[in-house]
């Protein structure tokens, strides 16, 4: 099954020298869909901050070191091009455009598959690491598992979506806040971060403090953030949440940054009943949010709960918001072999919005 003429070899970056920033472009092997796959053909792949953290070794808590020779990315988007066995009655069809999410594939029959939890399946691969990712022009996909693309949403915007938008999106719905409530997002003007602005203030009606360096303030007021905070110049963040919160603080902060010092601050910035949803994961040795004290946990009855990449419903409701015009991630496009020039700049923290390559 399938279609005729693709070529024998093509395009993919790989992280050559993982534990640095350094990627390479080599040419592979065509592979062949097995039983319940299907073969895409990428146009577009975003940058992720997950991807340099991957290819630099910089997350303690995943269990191996990056090979040599890892195809990274985990926000594909392009046309299903060939069916592999056993796929006649999937949801998808050929030349439908489809998306690659964090989680290439789950078993969708542990504990965790079934509560909903996709990101916790005992058996699941993250698209990327030890799994071939998206940084190539072709990639294999389990039929049941590829995202698909509403028509009219252009493929380099909805990208970004499949990884930063549908993590903000279930970030958000879980932060407990109602709409017309005070929501601070720290690391506003980041990929993450803009879109989590966007979805906060116009899908979900939040009053929007954002705060970030001082050069994002633009992209984060233009998302619809209410107010902004820069972190240089600020020298007490409590005291100018609680000028903005009728002197009461947030009832909900969102760290989309892997900054220490933000999730440091976090339970500081709460009202009572406020609760800290924590998106963005910090490189290096962990450290722990010292304000999270039990006394004070108690006595304003603060909560801190954890987000990882959303689900299924949650990756469909995101694009849908897309299609619709309610969101608009802000991105620029670059060539494939600009990857480590990219990744060079979200490591100075210069980065506004989001990157996307073009994998033509």
């Given at each position: 099954m399938g279609s005729v003429g693709l070529p024998k070899k093509y395009k993919a970056i790989v992280y050559d020298k993982p534990g640095t920033i350094s990627t390479k472009i080599e040419e592979l092997d065509m592979p062949e869909p097995?039983?319940?796959?299907?073969?895409?053909?990428?146009?577009?792949s975003g940058v992720c901050h997950s991807d340099m953290g991957i290819m630099t070794n910089s997350w303690a808590w995943l269990p191996y070191p990056t090979q040599a020779g890892q195809v990274g990315g985990h926000e594909g988007v392009g046309k299903i091009v060939k069916l592999g066995p056993g796929t006649e009655n999937a949801a998808v069809k050929e030349g439908q455009r489809v998306g690659i999410k964090w989680m290439a594939g789950i078993c969708q029959s542990c504990t965790a598959c079934l509560a909903g939890h996709d990101a916790m399946c005992f058996s699941g691969k993250i698209s990327g690491y030890y799994t071939p990712g998206t940084f190539q022009q072709y990639v294999l996909s389990p039929a049941n598992y590829v995202t698909p693309i509403p028509d009219g949403l252009d493929s380099a915007a909805a990208a970004p979506l499949l990884c930063a938008g549908v993590t903000v999106y279930s970030a958000l719905r879980k932060c407990n806040a109602e709409s017309g409530n005070y929501v601070v997002i720290l690391g506003a003007g980041g990929g993450l971060g803009h879109l989590a602005v966007q979805f906060s203030s116009k899908a979900i009606g939040h009053r929007v403090i954002g705060i970030d360096h001082s050069s994002k303030k633009d992209i984060i007021m233009e998302s619809g953030a209410e107010?902004?905070?820069?972190?240089?110049?600020?020298?007490?963040?409590?005291?100018?949440?609680?000028?903005?919160?009728?002197?009461?603080?947030?009832?909900?902060?969102?760290?989309?940054?892997?900054?220490?010092?933000?999730?440091?601050?976090?339970?500081d910035l709460l009202r009572f009943g406020g609760r800290v949803v924590c998106v963005g994961i910090?490189?290096?040795?962990?450290?722990?949010?010292?304000?999270?004290?039990?006394?004070?946990m108690v006595a304003k009855s603060l909560q801190i709960v954890g987000s990882a990449v959303g689900d299924r419903r949650e990756a469909l409701e995101t694009l849908d918001f897309a299609a619709r015009g309610i969101v608009k991630t802000h991105y620029r496009v670059e060539k494939m072999d600009k990857l480590a020039e990219v990744f060079t700049e979200m490591?100075?923290?210069?980065?506004?919005g989001r990157v996307v390559l073009d994998l033509s």
């Open positions: 097995g039983p319940g796959e299907v073969l895409v053909n990428l146009t577009h107010h902004f905070i820069p972190v240089d110049g600020t020298t007490d963040f409590v005291q100018a949440v609680k000028d903005l919160t009728d002197g009461l603080g947030t009832h909900a902060v969102l760290v989309m940054t892997a900054n220490n010092a933000a999730y440091g601050m976090s339970v910090p490189e290096g040795e962990a450290v722990p949010i010292k304000s999270a004290l039990p006394g004070i490591n100075a923290g210069t980065l506004k």
